[in-house]
């Protein structure tokens, strides 16, 4: 560059970054006095509770202060406030002990979403066309009360719905009261991966209608029937950390691990052997195992007590199934049957336990029976490295029962559907039906019936688009948040932990909402707290038994729950009469003939049932086995996909006989040549912009074939048929693969 | 052109390079517009725009950023720290670290002070100036001044400092900070950069390794 062009070039820069700093407008910028005394730069850890899933994992928040946009009386401007940076696991907690998942780890993304609801919504639209004008606190409780108040008017609080994600402790309390107070039937808990079978059968086999909590670190051989326990099944960080205890931590003494599944998980890609097996068999496996234990005069039949006296023949030594019998229905050799049997009943303590797909059959319950037979048999229940059943803590207080029963939610929507529920108010809380239901059950069409619907949903998606009235809730890290572990501690636990940041946006806290919506009815519901702090510190505080409840409940959330030993633990129900089982086939929705393949959607490791598909980290998590991420797939065996002329990344089309769905192929060696695997979570048709329009959703096209005993759907009973639709067209992405589609393209 | 005329081979490839960056970067502008329609992307009442994005504000502040460039600071009320120095010396309890910045001596930032601690003194002093009226004024309306930082790294330099220690070794804030003692508005009149930083750890015995600063 000679020195004409470089001052030509000093000058243009020169100039052009004269003109660019001209004005600024920081300080034009109107802030506001903080509320808070903040030392700045320095960071507090306060504790809190993770919400996105039922495990009820203990967290720590990172709270520092910054500079936060904010709105006060409709004037924009700017303040300084202590806010959420990072969180962690609490490493005091008896369930994740200092552990966090990836999807907690992404759960900071939920209070910083940029498509988070920041205030109180009416409808102006039609129903999903996400048209919304603001309205205040006060006009958004005064038009909830007035639909409640017309109910009651009416006399027809029965006609009062609430549609809830499955919850615990005081807030499921809460709600119970509040319709109970009100007369109406008790809230619905909707969960598409629920584990009802699983607490039936152990209510049944063991007295404990609960999951189970599995002591891992002790244990010496693991025998896991399709559970993906270390990635999405029951409680996976209390697993992890045990996992790894069982593996490494005892020198010279390292666990064996056995995953019986019909697809392989990411649990199943770290056993020692991995077993495939034909869908919905697994029971008759374990009865296999548990003949060849009795027969060889491992354990005696009669060890097994209550749980073996459920199974038919179990006393005459389960003639039924002998291995060559049982190799027959399960595709298991002879020889593998009676070695896993051998080193199961030798190798103890040892462990066995079902989950996933195993129970989401037709014949789950007899499956989940016989698995808990076999773990009896061996003696493997309330002891070290065996299944325990962590002490339940009473948070329901005796007040009112609903009246009446909730009817499932299939039953819901169909009275709905046909007139004959005429639900005339409609809550959702946490819940995203529209999307988890398979399309035969025409949720949506239920929803169009029901006059008015109000959504306490911190996001637009299926259901809340549904909504005629949205009261966000506050973020978990915004609010008072609690959690009663169910399983994953061999301690009782109570997570409870205060607001670790100031609110960002005008939301308040359901709790709080549906008391204030109490006091404002014509006839008040009189409900015994004021505030939804005060329903936890009633219940809670008194746990820890000391004099002075509110040093208890400064402690207690101070630690972020409470944990110890119950002062009076609840006994084991008694057994229910209930008649031996039998091992009968499953059964499938769809002719073989026109639909070869079994259809096995499953929980995707990053969004679970779909619920946490709005959140970008976890849209960029690659899959464990495929390394697939922003996309939906499906798993092809390779010679199912040599046949069929499916390569790696082709369209294929997946039809049922209830529709049918199009995403890629990814052809995968982990399942057997009559399977299809696809995971659930993608293909939303509303779900804030990182998850809307992406991939397809398999749980659409299930077909509406329900556990009979429990009446929860069966969603690996679906058959369908595959073809190939298509070249690769990019949808697909891969980590770190070819990147035929920029994931983020097109997004605002 | 001279560029061209004299340039070597790889001078004139890093020309057609640099042209071509630009004209794709403006023709993906051009040509991909965002997306819009979908249900999904209406923005919300009460959502602060449709648009998240780590991109700057304006040209303005790219351009300064991409240089390391802090523009001057603007300050929301002329405050005379020579003043408050005086009456720190001679009367009642006034020091910089104590009163208005007081997160120094604790922490790694020195801290603004909120209207809240102006208001500490002038609730009974001075109250008839104007400048203090207004102040009252604001703190009424809970409104706080936007003071703006006069000194300060750019995020590439990622350096991680920390006032607390300095503190506590008995550097003087003027070391860093300039005679602000004989300032009315706090002037940006120290050129702090690595060097002076390094040469004073060198002076001090105090460490001078990477690790120290950066991140």
């Given amino acids: ?748 | 052109m001279g560029l061209l005329r004299r340039g070597g081979f790889a001078r004139f490839w890093t020309v057609v390079v640099c042209a071509a960056a630009v004209v794709t970067g403006v023709a993906c502008g051009v040509l991909a517009p965002p997306k819009s329609g979908t249900a999904a992307m209406t923005v919300l009442p009460g959502q602060a725009s449709g648009i998240f994005t780590p991109a700057h504000s304006s040209f303005g502040k790219a351009v300064n950023d991409f240089f390391g460039r802090l523009p001057p600071p603007t300050q929301p009320v002329e405050f005379p720290h020579k003043r408050h120095v005086e009456i720190g010396k001679e009367g009642p309890e006034l020091k910089c670290t104590e009163t208005c910045h007081e997160g120094v001596t604790k922490s790694p930032v020195a801290g603004l002070p909120s209207v809240n601690t102006c208001l500490g003194c002038h609730a009974a002093i001075a109250v008839d100036k104007p400048i203090i009226k207004q102040i009252t004024a604001m703190q009424e309306k809970g409104l706080d001044l936007a003071w703006q930082r006069v000194y300060g790294y750019v995020a590439q330099a990622h350096v991680k400092f920390n006032h607390a220690p300095h503190i506590a070794a008995n550097v003087e804030c003027a070391t860093c900070h300039g005679d602000i003692a004989n300032q009315t508005v706090a002037q940006r009149n120290v050129n702090m950069h690595m060097g002076v930083c390094v040469t004073c750890h060198r002076e001090k015995n105090a460490p001078n390794e990477c690790l120290t600063c950066h991140f």
């Fill in chain 1, 1 to 748: 560059m000679d020195r004409r062009n470089f001052i030509k070039l000093t000058a243009l820069t020169g100039s052009a970054t004269a003109l660019a700093s001209c004005g600024n407008p920081e300080h034009t910028i109107i802030r506001f006095l903080p509320e808070d005394e903040l030392t700045p730069g320095i960071a507090e850890w306060k504790p809190s509770v993770c919400p996105l899933c039922a495990s009820g994992c203990g967290l720590t928040v990172r709270v520092m202060d910054t500079d936060v946009e904010v709105t006060r009386e409709g004037q924009a401007g700017v303040t300084r406030m202590a806010v959420a940076k990072k969180l962690e696991g609490n490493p005091d907690h008896p369930v994740s002990r200092g552990g966090l998942c990836a999807r907690g780890q992404a759960g900071i993304q939920v209070t910083y979403h940029p498509d988070r609801i920041t205030q109180p919504l009416k409808r102006t639209g039609n129903r999903g066309e996400a048209k919304y004008e603001a309205v205040t606190w006060d006009q958004a409780i005064a038009e909830l009360a007035t639909q409640l108040d017309g109910l009651a008017t009416a006399a027809d609080q029965k006609s009062l719905a609430f549609v809830t994600a499955r919850r615990s402790g005081r807030r499921a309390t809460l709600v119970q009261q509040f319709l109970a107070k009100f007369g109406a039937p008790a809230a619905m808990a909707f969960e598409l991966f629920g584990n009802d079978v699983l607490r039936r059968a152990n209510g049944l086999s063991f007295g404990r209608e609960q999951l189970p909590t599995l002591d891992l670190a002790r244990s010496r051989y693991v025998l896991s029937f399709g559970a993906d326990f270390l990635g999405t099944w029951n409680s996976p960080v209390a697993h992890a950390e045990a996992y790894g205890a069982m593996r490494q931590g005892r020198p010279g003494l390292r666990g064996s691990f056995v995953q019986i599944e019909s697809h392989m998980t990411q649990t199943g890609a770290n056993a020692d052997e991995w077993v495939p097996v034909f869908p919905g068999t697994e029971g008759v496996l374990a009865l296999g195992f548990a003949h060849v234990i009795v027969h060889e005069k491992l354990r005696p039949a009669d060890a097994a007590g209550r749980a073996g006296a459920l199974i038919a023949g179990w006393a005459s030594g389960l003639e039924e199934y002998a291995p060559d019998r049982v190799s027959k229905l399960t595709g298991v050799t002879v020889h593998r049957i009676e070695e896993i049997a051998r080193h199961f009943a030798e190798l103890r303590p040892s462990m066995a336990f079902a989950g996933g797909p195993p129970l989401a059959h037709t014949n789950a319950l007899f499956t989940a029976v016989a698995v808990n037979a076999l773990n009896a048999l061996v003696g493997n229940i309330n002891e070290p490295g065996g299944i325990f059943f962590t002490p339940q803590v009473a948070t329901a207080d005796t007040g009112p029962s609903a009246s009446g029963a909730a009817p499932s939610f299939d039953k819901l929507a169909a009275g709905i559907v046909a007139g004959q529920l005429p639900v005339k108010v409609l809550l959702v809380d946490g819940a995203n039906p529209v999307f988890a239901t398979p399309q035969a059950w025409k949720v949506k069409e239920a929803f169009a019936k029901v006059p008015f619907i109000a959504s306490f949903g911190s996001f637009l998606d299926e259901t809340s688009a549904q909504a005629d009235l949205i009261l966000p809730d506050h973020s978990f890290l915004e609010s008072w948040v609690e959690a009663a572990p169910e399983s994953g501690s061999l301690v009782a636990v109570m997570s409870v932990a205060p607001p670790a940041m100031k609110p960002l946006y005008q939301t308040r806290a359901m709790g709080d909402v549906l008391l204030e919506v109490g006091r404002k009815l014509q006839k008040p519901l009189d409900l015994p707290w004021q505030t939804y702090e005060e329903a936890l510190k009633t219940a809670i505080a008194p746990l820890a038994g000391g004099k002075d409840i509110d040093e208890d409940w400064f402690a207690i959330r101070k630690q972020g729950g409470w944990w110890g030993n119950l002062s009076k633990p609840a006994p084991p129900v008694a057994a229910a009469s209930k008649a031996p089982m039998t091992f009968v086939e499953p059964q499938f929705d769809g002719d073989v003939q026109q639909f070869p393949f079994h259809f096995l959607p499953y929980p995707s490791a990053a969004f679970l049932d779909g619920s946490l598909a709005h959140l970008p980290w976890l849209q960029e998590l690659p899959d464990p086995l495929t390394s697939a991420m922003w996309s939906s797939w499906v798993e092809v065996n390779p010679q199912t996909a040599e046949r069929l002329g499916i390569s790696d990344r082709d369209i294929v089309e997946i039809a049922s006989a209830h529709g049918s769905i199009q995403t890629a192929a990814v052809v995968s060696p982990g399942l057997a040549q009559n399977i299809i695997a696809m995971p659930v979570g993608q293909g939303h048709s509303m779900f804030t912009r990182y998850a809307t329009g992406r991939g397809a959703n398999p749980i659409a096209i299930l077909a509406p074939v329900m556990e009979p005993e429990t009446g929860s759907l069966a969603w690996a009973a679906t058959r369908v048929k595959i073809s190939r639709v298509g070249d690769p067209d990019g949808r697909l992405i891969l980590f770190a693969g070819a990147k035929e589609e920029k994931p983020n393209e097109g997004l605002r």
